[in-house]
């Protein structure tokens, strides 16, 4: 189990597409005076690709101790996390549970990129059978619920985000470069 510890002693943090996380701060809610990492006492860790964060920072102007609890995205986006502290520190200290922990937390920065799994990327001029059933519609075309590639069938997962920051994996498949499918256990005969 992950035991609280200064935040800085969690970082870096590194994410599969390769995006670090060195430093993190907050301004103190009392005196505004920025409250680094150095300075926060409890649990972050890297669990499926999102920073979670639970901690209670210590400002060294005024000395105000305010709670700390977020998520930081690949994209080193930070969200504020909208439930109590204590509920979601308790919560974070049950996830990392069975996560395996270094005994330095620096082994978690990953020392060679990992290379991502390779899905399938196909186009309207490749073989695809669409269905004819529509789970809605996206940017002004239908979703089909399913579609067939290959002699493999592949159930529709999510639409791809805008910008092209995602990961396929390796049984996913990327249709007209926006929607994401799944290949389903059922094989086409």
Known sequence: MAKPDKISRFLPITFSNGMKVQRFGKQCPACRTMVGADQMTGIASLIRNRI????????????ERFPITCVITD?????????????????????????????????????????APAGLVVGDG????????????????AIPAWIEYDQLRYLFERAAPPGGAFRLEEDELLLDGRLIYRRSARQVV
């Open 75 to 115: 994209d080193k986006r930070v969200h504020r996390v909208m439930i109590p502290g204590a509920l979601f520190r308790f919560w974070l200290q049950r996830a990392v549970r069975n996560l395996p922990q270094p005994t330095d937390p620096r082994e978690w920065e990953l020392n060679e990129p990992q290379p």
């Open 126 to 141: 490749d073989d695809v059978l669409r269905s004819e059933e529509s789970l809605g519609r996206f940017q002004g075309d």
């Open 52 to 63: 979670f964060l639970a901690a209670e920072g210590c400002c060294t102007a005024c000395g």
